[in-house]
Each structure stands twice: as structure tokens, then as C-alpha cells.
């Protein structure tokens, strides 16, 4: 009975992000979006709190899970379907898992995952702003940390802690968002690669509105190329809850 | 004293409810899971949680796992009958995709209000359609933009476009499902406003086990190459 009330909160490791508005990258060309207030894991999901989940559900172990959900490269550096490779930090972000195993993870928790947007305006805290889209020395870290090899391998929380009291939004991984797959930036990676306008009904809606950001360029780019069922070394995942109104 | 018990009686109906909540992910198979080792060391005694043989120190393995095995055989891992997403069809009946198990299925993801691609995408199909000519075969429009695609909706959009028959299937799902249904197809989509979404314009032919076997990708293209692919599955169990 004592810990109901924290249970079902469930949000000790997560905070609150206050609402506000912000200019994407991409979307309705110069309009700012609206994101309501909302909660969000304070770090991302480690490989210890992922294990912990397929150890609960045995269909999400890499020898059970459905092709449908995952490709080939899931938790495919783990020693098996249970066990993390001896050089495996538990406390390092879980990483080469696909979009069904992260919405899963987050359903399993009574969260979700974050959508894009909701993702991309928690991370424009720097340190000291909610909105560093300006702050070009900020910026110049995150493309500099998408340049560093194997960030991935370092525990979580040890890069900074952002404004909301969030950890690890640029510097460890690249994470999954709800909304992912709506990034429309070029054809079919199975095509050529450059945009072919015939692909997208209301093509011309792909404007950049703030070239300057160029890590949120490469961001959009990644998620544009990428498909739900990929397992990619750098990429993890946090969760996400909708506030109550 | 009244009052103690009903505030009591909250708190077990909580503590269920929550219970229940938690449980979820595991769905029901938790209560009938026994676990026995694979060598029968210990004749049939079997184990309520996972672990090791105290005889020959082996792995413990559930003992409906021949029997999971058996009913999953024959739905192959990369099926979408694998989804348990329910739908809505332009006709308000319910149904799963494995409901259409069986059909050479040709799938497409559109939005009744489209105004650029979508017509074109609905005229492929339907000279596809024309050009197999067999009523075995099923289309499915998947709608991206489910809080408009009512099943009225999509029915007069079946009736306005010819497409109202037994073979061919109007889908209204929630926002959630079409999402994971879009991400199995690897088609994109965004909603730019009420009225717009920009998305992939993609033609995705599945076999009888609902396995993806060909996608035409783009506007504009010859729809002789979807034909003959379906004609392929058709005579293939």
C-alpha cells in the first residue's frame, strides 16, 4: 500500500518539462510548435535496465524476437540471450535496439517514448537555458561529441545536466523518438538517396528553417535514413510520460 | 466505521487495477508458465520460475514451449499477422490483419482529404486491380490520418472511387497502430496541418502468410512489374 502512490507515479526518474515553444528544423515551415509539458527519463535506458526487461519478457530476447521487430544487429553484442558481454558497462546506455523493442520497453513501464518534437525542445537545454539554439559554443559541443567514437560505451549521467535536470541529451547516443519515421528528407534510402519528389505527397513541405543548427541537421538526417527495425550501435532510447492536466 | 471500510475497500480495488497494470506486458501466459529441465532428471517435476537443474545443471525449459512453438510455426516471424492491432473497416466491422490470412494482400497507406498523390496512388491500384483480375486477391488502404477516416468516411470514399466490395478493405486504426503499421512498411508520413500530410507513396504486396514480398516505390511508374509479382503469389501457397 506504501508504495502505491510512488508506482504508480513511477516518476522519481523522470522530470518534468516545462511547456513552451520552439522552431524545428523541419516541419510547418516557420511555425513554432507548441510542446504541452511533460515528463522525461532523466537518463537514458541503460543495458542493466534492458536486460532486466527481457529477463521479464522472454519474447524481446534476441534469440525469440520476431523478424518483424528487429533486424539482425539486435543486442547483437550481447553474450547471449541474458548475459551482457564482459566488456559491457550495465550502466552504460542500451544500444542496437530497434524502435518495437524501445516502444516496448517504454508500454512495459506505463510510458513511451518521446515524440520528436517533445525530444528535440528538451534538448535545446544547455546547461543554463531552455533554449541554447542559439548558444553557438553549445552547439559546437554536440557536433563535436557526434564526431567522438564509442560514446556509447560510457555510463549514463556522464555527460552534462541540462536546465530541466535531464542527463545525456547530446554526448552519449542518438535515441529513438515516437515520430521518428515522419521525417520525409529525401526518397526511399533504397533509391538514390536524393529527393525524389514523386516519392512524397506535399513534397515541398521539407524546408529547413534554421540551417544554423547543424546538429539538428545531421539529427533529422539520421532519422530520415533509418528504419524501425534497425539495431544501431549509437542509438538508444529514453521514455517519456504525458503530464496530467 | 462505514466510512473505513469503503476507504478500504478503494484501496484493494486500486491495488488490482494497478496489479493488473503491471502485469500487462506479460499478458496472461504468466499464470500457466512451469519450467522443467529438458532432461527430465527429475521426471516431470516442473518449476514455477526460471533456473538451473539441481541434477545435471542445465537450463530449465518452459514446458508450453513445444506447445508455443507449434501454434507460431505456422506464422512466419516476419509476418504482419504477427500484429495484433485491431482495425476498423468501411463498413464498422472489427478485424486483425491475420483476419486476411490466406489473400494475396496489396497495401497501401493514403488519407481520404489527399489532394496530390493519393489519386494517383488509388488509380494504380485500381488498374492493378483491373489487370489481375482475381478476387482472391485483397486491397487494403490503410489510413495515416485515422481522426478524420471515420468508417463512414472511408466507405463513401470506397463508393466515390469504385472500390466498394469484398475485396477491398478501408482500415481505420488508432493513431499508435497506424504508426507501427508504417514503421513494418517502412513508409513515412507527417501531418503538416489538419488538411496535409506529407507521406511515402508506397504499393506494398504481401504473400497468403502475410509476409512482404514487394514494394514499388514512387508515383508514376509502370504498375506491370506489381502485377506480375502478385500473379507469382497467387499460385504459391
Not at chain 1, 515528463?39 to 543495458?47: A, I, K, R, S
Amino acid at each position: 500500500m506504501v508504495s502505491m502512490s510512488g508506482l504508480s507515479l513511477g516518476q522519481d526518474d523522470m522530470k518534468m518539462i516545462g511547456a513552451g515553444s520552439y522552431l524545428p528544423l523541419y516541419g510547418s515551415d516557420t511555425d513554432e510548435v507548441f510542446v504541452p509539458a511533460f515528463y522525461l527519463d532523466v537518463y537514458p535506458v541503460t543495458n542493466q535496465e534492458f536486460l532486466a526487461f527481457v529477463k521479464a519478457n522472454p519474447a524481446w530476447r534476441k534469440s525469440k524476437i520476431l523478424g518483424l521487430f528487429a533486424d539482425g544487429s539486435y543486442l547483437n553484442t550481447w553474450l547471449n540471450d541474458t548475459t551482457l558481454a564482459v566488456e559491457m558497462d550495465p550502466n552504460a546506455p542500451v544500444t542496437n535496439v530497434s524502435w518495437f523493442a524501445a516502444k516496448e520497453y517504454c508500454d512495459c513501464q506505463e510510458k513511451r517514448l518521446p515524440g520528436m518534437d517533445e525530444w528535440e525542445y528538451a534538448a535545446m537545454a544547455s546547461e543554463i537555458q531552455a533554449n541554447a539554439q542559439t548558444d553557438s559554443v553549445f552547439n559546437q559541443r554536440i557536433v563535436s561529441s557526434y564526431e567522438t567514437p564509442k560514446t556509447y560505451s560510457q555510463p549514463v549521467g556522464s555527460t552534462y545536466r541540462n536546465y530541466w535536470g535531464i542527463y545525456d541529451m547530446h554526448g552519449l547516443i542518438w535515441e529513438w523518438t515516437f515520430d521518428f519515421s515522419s521525417v520525409l528528407i529525401s526518397g526511399e534510402s533504397r533509391k538514390d538517396g536524393q529527393t525524389d519528389r514523386n516519392l512524397f505527397c506535399a513534397a515541398g513541405a521539407v524546408s529547413a528553417s534554421n540551417l544554423m543548427d547543424y546538429a539538428a541537421f545531421m539529427r533529422y538526417a539520421f532519422r530520415g535514413s533509418i528504419k524501425a527495425n534497425y539495431g544501431i550501435r549509437n542509438l538508444g532510447f529514453r521514455c517519456a510520460k504525458t503530464a496530467n492536466k | 466505521m462505514q466510512k473505513l471500510q469503503t476507504n478500504n475497500m478503494t484501496k484493494f480495488m486500486g491495488l488490482i487495477v494497478l496489479t493488473m497494470i503491471l502485469l500487462s506486458c506479460q499478458s496472461e501466459k504468466k499464470a500457466t508458465v512451469q519450467y522443467q529441465c529438458p532432461m527430465h532428471c527429475e521426471g516431470e517435476k516442473s518449476y514455477s520460475d526460471p533456473g538451473i537443474c539441481p541434477v545435471c545443471k542445465m537450463d530449465l525449459v518452459r514446458t508450453d514451449e513445444t506447445q508455443l512453438a507449434a501454434e507460431e510455426r505456422d506464422v512466419s516471424d516476419v509476418s504482419i499477422f504477427n500484429l495484433s492491432s485491431k482495425w476498423k473497416t468501411q463498413n464498422g466491422n472489427s478485424i486483425e490483419l491475420k483476419d486476411l490470412r490466406g489473400n494475396v494482400l496489396v497495401m497501401v497507406m493514403i488519407y481520404t482529404s489527399c489532394k496530390s498523390a493519393c489519386p494517383r496512388l488509388v488509380y494504380d491500384i485500381r488498374d492493378i486491380h483491373d489487370k489481375v483480375a482475381d478476387p482472391s486477391v485483397k486491397y487494403v488502404f490503410v489510413s495515416i490520418d485515422p481522426e478524420t477516416d471515420t468508417p463512414e468516411r472511408l466507405k463513401k470514399y470506397a463508393r466515390d472511387n469504385q472500390m466498394d466490395g469484398p475485396q477491398w478493405f478501408f482500415l481505420q486504426g488508432s493513431l499508435e497502430d497506424v504508426r507501427v503499421f508504417a514503421n513494418v512498411l517502412a513508409v513515412k508520413y507527417k501531418k503538416i496541418d489538419p488538411q496535409v500530410f506529407s507521406h511515402s507513396s508506397i504499393i506494398s504486396v504481401f504473400d497468403k502468410n502475410g509476409v512482404l514480398s514487394y514494394q514499388r516505390e514512387g508515383l508514376g511508374e509502370n504498375t506491370d512489374q506489381t502485377v506480375r509479382e502478385i500473379q507469382k503469389l497467387i499460385v504459391r501457397d
